[in-house]
């Protein structure tokens, strides 16, 4: 029962890991979409 419960705390840290990563990834993206669309912008502007 123990060792049970140390099995799933381990999945559950390893799924909480996961979807940080995923989070920070996509954060990541936005932001790379946001500044790309800024320079492009102030290329036509220019």
Known sequence: MAEDNKERSELHRRQRVKNWTLLAA???FIVLVYFVSIVR???YNG
């Open 26 to 28: 996509l954060v990541a």
């Open 41 to 43: 912008m102030g290329m």
